[in-house]
Nanobody, 124 residues
């Protein structure tokens, strides 16, 4: 089982990004998946989550600016963000767990599989 993120890099404030997380060894059917981010000294926080029941959830600080979806053809979970802010800077990770359903983004500790992360830097 492996998750590999891509698409990070330098973006300008007000711009947009598209991150991809490709899975190998499993498909995202009946998996709860999430995108998280972390900066040094702070806890890993959720950015967007997709429940195993198909519902999607966003924390208040990204709602309206982020969208998460699964691209079944590529076996990838995609995160698209717009209206980027410098505080969106961080290492972005994707995570997954089989049959994980939720009503809001859960904490990072409940996910079983993690990618190694991709750096996103938003310049002001």
């Amino acid at each position: 089982v492996q998750l590999v993120e891509s698409g990070g890099g330098l973006a300008q404030a007000g711009g947009s990004l598209r991150l991809s997380c490709v899975a190998s060894g499993f498909t995202f059917d009946e998996y709860g998946v999430g995108w998280f981010r972390q900066v040094p000294g702070k806890e890993r926080e959720a950015v967007s989550c997709s429940s195993a029941d198909g519902s999607v959830h966003y924390p208040d600080y990204v709602r309206g600016r982020a969208i998460i979806y699964v691209n079944n053809a590529e076996n990838a979970v995609i995160l698209e963000m717009k209206s980027l802010k410098p505080e969106d800077t961080g290492v972005y990770y994707c995570a997954a767990k089989a049959k994980l359903a939720f009503f809001s983004c859960p904490g990072h500790e409940v996910f079983a599989f993690w990618g190694v992360g991709t750096q996103v830097t938003v310049a002001s």
